[in-house]
């Protein structure tokens, strides 16, 4: 239902776009976001959007990250900009009905992606 792509290695400071397809039953959910999880870390909320464009970040990505949604292609993105070690992770793309649509309690995302994964050397 929500398929990720554009994982990678790139060095600090470098730049990668992950894209997220999902299914049309799967696009009208009120809230759509990128959370990632960190090797022996929990996973954590990055970015959300809702489905007005209203967005929130987290304050480690705040700046540097920017998430998107192309309403015609169904799809998800997640701009990572000024990338830095500490963003080295499995990314997830998540969806739901949540309202109001933030990355605070994941258990509200009904949707997950298998995840892509992200790489940022030094």
């Known amino acids: 239902h929500l398929a990720e792509s554009g994982g990678g290695s790139v060095q600090a400071g470098g730049s990668l776009r992950l894209s997220c397809v999902a299914s049309?039953?799967?696009?009208?959910?009120?809230?759509m976001a990128w959370f990632r999880q960190a090797p022996g870390k929990e996973r954590e909320g990055v970015a959300s959007?809702?489905?007005?464009?209203?967005?929130t970040y987290a304050a480690s990505v705040k700046g540097r990250f920017a998430i998107s949604k192309d309403n015609v292609e169904n799809t998800l993105y997640l701009q990572m900009n000024s990338t830095e070690p500490e963003d080295t992770a499995m990314y997830y793309c998540?969806?739901?009905?949540?309202?109001?649509?933030?990355?605070?309690?994941?258990?509200?995302?009904?949707?997950w992606g298998q995840g892509t994964q992200v790489t940022v050397s030094s």
């Open positions: 998540a969806a739901g009905w949540v309202s109001p649509c933030m990355t605070r309690i994941e258990a509200l995302f009904s949707f």
């Open positions: 959007i809702d489905a007005d464009g209203l967005t």
């Open positions: 049309e039953y799967i696009w009208n959910a009120v809230c």
